[in-house]
């Protein structure tokens, strides 16, 4: 089993809608969270940080339940330019990052 | 500062050859971390460096690879005797001390072994 699972996808949605993805981990000792993006052969991105309490930045609103080591990403209104790669991190306390295979979104006109 | 830079961009090498790959960290980045990616799957895990301390290495780490931070600033990543499987994209990236910020990555380097 992965550490860092994440549904592949694809996730065909049109332009506008809202869609979620999940992630799990299996280290209960992880410290830190976070979304990356990446574009197609190119590197990934810092996306944003996974607050316990939750954080939202614009139309992007991540969320981390400890209890059962699940992490979502909710993406509001959604672009086209939005299409890419998102891959899950986890952190351990000594700050090598764990990463998800990533889920893939195709946003359509 | 530009952020993380890598040489080369690509790079083809026939089996067996060695390689060596060059990473220039963001300068006020302490922590140097080497990843490498195939096709559909995530970074994964080679190693990384606290200043010029090599802390960790993945037991994927055959070997056959060798990487250095000499003084703490730039790093290489060294593959002896290449082979198919090492055809990859190598990714370097920096951080701040634990990186519980976040990673900079650079733009990575495309290892193609014939």
């Known amino acids: 089993r992965k550490e860092v699972e994440q549904d592949p996808g694809p996730f065909n949605v049109p332009e506008g809608a809202t869609v979620a993805f999940n992630c799990t981990y299996s280290?209960?000792?992880?410290?830190?969270f976070f979304w990356y993006r990446q574009d197609c052969r190119k590197e990934p991105k810092l996306l944003m940080s996974?607050?316990?309490s939750g954080n939202e930045d614009g139309r992007f609103t991540a969320q981390l339940n400890r209890a059962s080591q699940y992490i979502s990403l909710l993406i509001r209104d959604s672009k086209l330019s939005d299409s890419a790669t998102y891959l899950c991190?986890?952190?351990?306390?000594?700050?090598?990052?764990?990463f998800g295979d990533g889920t893939t979104l195709t946003v359509k006109p | 500062d530009t952020g993380v830079s890598q040489d080369p961009r690509h790079k083809i090498t026939k089996r067996g050859q060695n390689v060596t790959f060059r990473c220039d960290p963001i300068?006020?980045?302490?922590?140097l971390y080497w990843y490498r990616q195939t096709l559909g799957q995530g970074p994964e895990f080679l190693t990384y460096?606290?200043?010029?301390?090599?802390?960790?290495k993945s037991r994927l780490l055959s070997d056959r690879f060798s990487a250095e931070r000499p003084k703490g600033s730039f790093s290489t990543l060294e593959i002896q005797r290449t082979e198919q499987g090492d055809s990859a994209m190598y990714l370097c990236?920096?951080?701040?001390?634990?990186?519980?910020?976040?990673?900079?990555f650079g733009s990575g380097t495309r290892l193609t072994v014939v």
């Open positions: 990236a920096s951080s701040s001390s634990g990186g519980n910020y976040g990673y900079t």
């Open positions: 280290n209960s000792a992880s410290q830190s």
């Open positions: 996974v607050y316990s």
């Open positions: 991190v986890v952190n351990t306390n000594a700050g090598k990052s764990t």
């Open positions: 300068s006020e980045h302490n922590r």
């Open positions: 460096f606290q200043n010029e301390a090599q802390l960790e």
